[in-house]
């Protein structure tokens, strides 16, 4: 039995539903930044694949830019999810959304 390129899309889907509902159910904020990392995954998974079963490397390309730009929101995320952390003592979205004015 070999692994073809729509096991990896299914795995991929699953990996993206998992993130997705972390977002949505979760009111942690580390725990949301987290669950769009593992959805960046799951993209990167999907593109890996579909290069693979094309024989283009487009899909190896398009996976490097996307962990470098995932790279840079996880640095600038965590920043600010350290500095909230300082200030309020607590990560939770509900508590995030009286930062406003």
């Known amino acids: 039995m070999t692994v073809t390129p729509g096991w990896y ?3 991929a889907a699953v990996l993206f539903v998992i993130g997705s509902s972390g977002m ?7 725990i949301m930044f987290m669950s769009v990392e593992l959805m960046l995954n799951a ?7 579909a290069g ?3 024989n ?6 398009s996976v490097f ?4 730009v995932a ?8 920043a600010f999810i350290i500095m909230i952390f300082r200030r309020r003592s607590t ?3 509900d508590e995030l959304s009286a930062l406003t004015g």
């Open 56 to 61: 283009l490397l487009d899909g190896q390309v």
């Open 91 to 93: 990560a939770s979205g």
């Open 9 to 11: 899309m299914a795995l």
């Open 52 to 54: 693979r079963e094309l």
């Open 65 to 68: 830019f996307v962990m470098v």
């Open 24 to 30: 949505l159910l979760r009111r942690n904020a580390l």
């Open 43 to 49: 993209i990167n998974l999907t593109f890996v694949a």
């Open 71 to 78: 790279a840079a929101v996880v640095v600038v995320g965590l």
